[in-house]
């Protein structure tokens, strides 16, 4: 059950994020709003690891190489959202990106990458994926 609640909060944070950067970036600028961003997070993310952190940093580079690029796709993620945001609205933008996560989370169990549990997507599995796609269509009618 935490994992339902953690997901429907990293959901509304990620929404809410989402539009909230937008807004900095139409004020300060896009990069100058993703490094303000990023930076906040890094620092935040020090004072987390100061209070509750465990391991360290000593296994690090015992990791798999491909692994130490999620910061890479954290500036990819947050830029990206912006001018999804920016170009559309919150709502189509979103759903997109709900869909594209989904499409690439489906890939990655079904083919067992970067060791998870290989999970077979089935015909009702591309259900759900077309009524996604059929909801956000019916979003994008207009009246």
């Not at 933008?93 to 989904?102: A, D, K, N, R």
């Not at 996604?132 to 009618?141: A, E, P, R, T, Y």
Request: proline share 1%; glycine share 12%; with cysteine.
């Amino acid at each position: 059950m935490a994992g339902v609640l953690f997901s429907i909060i990293a959901g509304m944070a990620m929404s809410v994020q989402g539009v909230m950067n937008t807004r900095l970036s139409e004020k300060i600028g896009l990069f100058e709003s993703n490094a303000f961003v990023q930076g906040s997070a890094f620092l935040l993310s020090l004072v987390a690891v100061l209070i509750m952190g465990r391991n360290g940093y000593d296994a690090l580079w015992q990791t798999d190489r491909v692994y130490l690029f999620g910061g890479v796709l954290g500036l990819v993620i947050t830029v990206t959202v912006m001018l999804g945001i920016k170009d559309l609205s919150p709502t189509i933008s979103i759903s997109i990106i709900l869909i594209s996560q989904l499409l690439v989370a489906a890939l990655i169990d079904a083919l067992g990458l970067f060791g998870c549990e290989k999970v077979p997507f089935r015909w009702n599995k591309y259900a759900g994926v077309g009524l996604m796609l059929v909801g956000l269509m019916l979003f994008k009618l207009k009246k």
